[in-house]
């Protein structure tokens, strides 16, 4: 389980609700806390913390803070935190964060999101306005994965086999099973045929968006 939990809010009272579910729940983990995203940005770049759980209303929180975060910790996990959704959600998303949970959870949907985090790579819980499986229909998934998992996924769906895929982008096997855990993990997938409907049912949209 994660060790090291950053909680970075404008509200103290979500902070310390978000650190009273964890401490109920894990003995061994050390929390710390921000403000806004220059303090959070501060403690990222001095310590090893294993997640960020992060307001996405907070002051400092603009486009590519996801990226910017990632470079400097790049194995930490990021979960959007937030009472609202819509395009800086998408947007964030699209930039590699690796979870999105409503302020309107209950702190269990909390500990639910944290350990398919860290069990899955992700958490995007069903049914949520803000995860990839509803985004898609709107924004569809070139813009929730990244340029590189976009490629993969385009050969994925054409039938084109790991080995075929390694060949074609000169990527190690070992990177395109990598990136196809990834895809299978934003669009909240288990296996390629799901991808393939994922990509005719956002072909029919956009086709039918533009006849109109």
Known sequence: MFRKILIADDHSIVRLGVAVAFEDNYRDVEIDFAENYFEA???????????????????????SVIKHMKLLNPGMKILLFSGFTGETVRQLISEGADGFLSKQCSYDQIMEAVQSLYSNGSAFPEGQAGSPRSLFERIGPQQILSAREYEVFMYLVEGKGNLEITNLLSLKPGTVTTYKKRIFAKLKVDNVAELVKIHLEFRNLEEQSNRL
């Open 41 to 63: 940005e501060k403690i990222i770049s001095e310590k090893a913390i294993d997640l960020l759980i992060m307001d996405i209303q907070m002051r400092g929180v603009q486009r």
